[in-house]
Every structure is written in C-alpha cells, then in structure tokens.
C-alpha cells in the first residue's frame, strides 16, 4: 500500500465519542477505512483481480475477434494476472522513503505540503495555501505544530500505528480481489509513459464480501490501464453502480454515480531509484457518516520526488522540513 496523504475526515466523530455506544466505536473504527479517501486507496488495488474475458457479442455471449496488435485473450490474462502479482509484492514490501510535494485541491481551498517519509511514518509541513506562502501567523501555527509533535513521540507513534492497521486491511482485500471481479480487454492505447493494454471491469455478481472493507466491491466498475512493459496499472477509473450501505446503513452510506481517477507512475527518473508511486488522484464522492451527509471533490497531486536515507526518525524530517523554511 502507498504512503500518501491520509485524510483526517471522519475523526470527529472519533473525539466526540463519548455518547456512543462501544460497540458502535468499534465498528466505526472498521468502517473509517472505507470512508473518504482511506477507501479510495483501497480502490487503487481493485484492478488487478479476476479473471479476463474477451469482448463478447451482447446476443449470444461468444467472444470476438481482436484486431491490429490488441492481446490474444490468454496474453490478456497473463498480463492481468501478472500485475496482480507485482502490485500485491509492491504492497507487502516496503520502499525506499521518499519526500515529495503535495498539492491538493477543493472547491473552496487549495493546499501545499511537504512530505517526508520515515521509519516513524510520514511528516507533513504545509508551505501554500491557494498557491500562496504562509503569512507570519500561519507560518508560527505550522512551526508550533511540529514542535509539538517533537516533543511527543506518542502521537506520532499512534499515526504509524494507524498507517500500519490501513496497511494490513488493504492487503486483506488485496488478497479478496481475484474473486471480485471480472474483466474484459478493450485493446491497446497510448499512455504517458508507453503503450498500454485497456481493460473494462464488474463486478462479479457471485463474490460474496467477507467484511466491511471488501462489501464495496460489489458495486464498483470502470476500466484500468496496464503498462505492459512493467506490468504495473498507471490508471484507473471507477465509479458506484449503486449505493453501498456500511453495517446495514446503520454506519454510513456511498452514494450512487460517485467517481475516482487515480493515476501511477514511476518515479525513477527523478529520484534514481526506480519506484511507482501515485502522481494523480480525483474523487467526486457523496455519501453518509452514521448521521451527518458528506460530500468530496477533491484532486491530489504527487511531485517532486526524491530519495530519503532509510531508517531516518520522524525527529530528523522535522528539523529538515524546519530548515526548508528559513
């Protein structure tokens, strides 16, 4: 799984406890995963499942025939099947820490971040906002912040906690994915970085979801690009058939004709390393937290990355995103 930006929408419920029942905390510590954008990483490991079916005629289901140089429907497979593989070991082993910048964008505000990845977790330190530097009294809040969070390596322990529990519910449904869906080839385009192999997906009406995490998967359907010389997806689009319902709708609710674009790539050429991470992600999403409506736009950019030593301590990213700054 990635080390992105981790939204913090849904924590207020989480501060605001007190008058809830456990057992509803509990599983509102569940359900926090698959609301925002904790879920949308989750969707950036959908495309890489099910089996591969050719494009088939609507009246009698037998497949046709593919032209130019589109993928025998075996190739397809193996290709699907291959980048399964690859991205389910990217998930598993960790990378090299990186920095990079952020950039994300709402209706009403935009934000600048710098990130810096460690064995601590990531250390964020904002530097824009409407693509504008921090006055006197932003800069002090951001300087406090950190010095803070300096001063207690508890919280930031608690934040690589949590990395680490998302980390471990995306492999579980990761591992749910080869049952979830199917896929057909839809020939062969031109992407940023290459040709790449298209392929449409469904759900597949008999997967039967095992938990929360993997219930909406049932509803989702898009297409995904595979590089098919590295054999990694660079782009998937996907979008809610219908409403999904989170503990019987007791806990929340998607709503129908919500919508992601999520965008990969490697990210070897600016940092010498050779690593796939997201570059680009979008999400027009409406839904339901227990009883408060929430809707997203929002659009996220990943640049400028580079190379960390490993094994720095959340401690030293501090101080260098302090020296940044003055």
Excluded at 26 to 38: D, E, G, M, P
Excluded at 163 to 186: C, I, M, N
């Amino acid at each position: 799984m990635r080390r992105h930006s981790i939204s913090d929408a849904g924590k207020s419920l989480e501060r605001k406890g007190g008058g809830v029942p456990r057992a509803t905390k509990l599983l509102w510590f569940r359900f926090k995963l698959i609301t925002v954008c904790r879920f949308f990483i989750l969707l950036l490991l959908i495309p890489w499942a099910a089996p591969v079916s050719s494009q088939a005629d609507a009246g009698n289901g037998q497949p046709v025939s593919l032209a130019g140089d589109d993928l025998p429907l075996a190739q397809a497979q193996a290709l699907v099947a291959r980048a399964l593989s690859n991205e389910l070991k990217a998930a598993q082993n960790p990378t090299r820490p990186l920095r990079y910048q952020l950039r994300k964008i709402s209706p009403r505000l935009s934000t600048t971040k710098e990130i810096y990845e460690t064995k601590d977790g990531a250390v964020a330190r904002l530097v824009a906002i409407n693509d504008q530097p921090l006055s006197e009294a932003d800069e002090q809040k951001e300087e406090a912040r950190l010095n803070a969070l300096l001063g207690d390596p508890g919280k930031q322990h608690h934040r690589k906690q949590s990395q680490d529990e998302d980390t471990a519910r995306a492999l579980k449904v990761l591992r749910a994915l080869p049952s979830a869906f199917v896929y057909r080839y839809a020939g062969s385009g031109q992407g940023l970085q290459g040709k790449v192999e298209k392929f449409t997906f469904l759900p597949d009406r008999n997967f039967s979801p095992s938990s929360i995490e993997t219930q909406a998967l049932t509803q989702i359907a898009g297409e995904i690009w595979i590089d098919a010389e590295h054999e990694r997806v660079v782009r998937l689009e996907g979008h809610l058939l219908e409403d999904v319902n989170f503990g019987w709708g007791i806990l929340g609710r998607l709503n129908k004709g919500g919508w992601i674009v999520i965008e990969q790539a490697d990210v070897g050429p600016a940092t010498g390393i050779g690593q796939w991470r997201m570059v680009h992600f979008q999400m027009v999403m409406s839904g339901r937290v227990v009883f408060k409506n929430k809707s997203f736009d929002t659009t996220e950019d990943e640049s400028r990355f580079a190379p960390l030593p490993a094994g720095m301590s959340y401690q030293q990213a501090i101080v260098l995103l302090g020296a940044e700054v003055k």
